[in-house]
Nanobody, 115 residues
Framework: QVQLVESGGGLVQPGGSLRLSCAASGSIFSIPTMGWYRQAPGKQRELVARISSGGTINSADSVKGRFTISRSNAKNTVTLQMNSLKPEDTAVYYC?????????WGQGTQVTVSS
């Protein structure tokens, strides 16, 4: 089993920044794809950004130029630096790890962008 623990959510004003972190532990066999998804009320969960074992990054068009994803393979952590936050970024953000065809999820952390 794999456990994912997220931290760093909260309330921020429009234009502000937040940094989300996720630490993975348990049965991690290699360097898995890790990333972040988010789900706003009444909407489906969507990809924010993910980074593969080789360092390839996929991100949503809506966050390009504002959010940066990075990882530490040695520590099995993934970080999402979010700048220039907008009210539409408000959502529960979930850490994700993909390994051997199985998707693992963190418990989610709330990000609220409001004045």
């Amino acid at each position: 089993q794999v456990q994912l623990v997220e931290s760093g959510g909260g309330l921020v004003q429009p234009g502000g920044s937040l940094r989300l972190s996720c630490a993975a532990s348990g049965s991690i066999f290699s360097i898995p794809t890790m990333g972040w998804y988010r789900q706003a009320p009444g909407k489906q969960r969507e990809l924010v950004a993910r980074i593969s074992s080789g360092g390839t990054i996929n991100s949503a068009d809506s966050v390009k130029g504002r959010f940066t994803i990075s990882r530490s393979n040695a520590k099995n952590t993934v970080t999402l630096q979010m700048n220039s936050l907008k009210p539409e970024d408000t959502a529960v953000y979930y850490c994700n790890l993909q390994q051997l065809g199985t998707w693992y999820w963190g418990q989610g952390t709330q990000v609220t962008v409001s004045s």
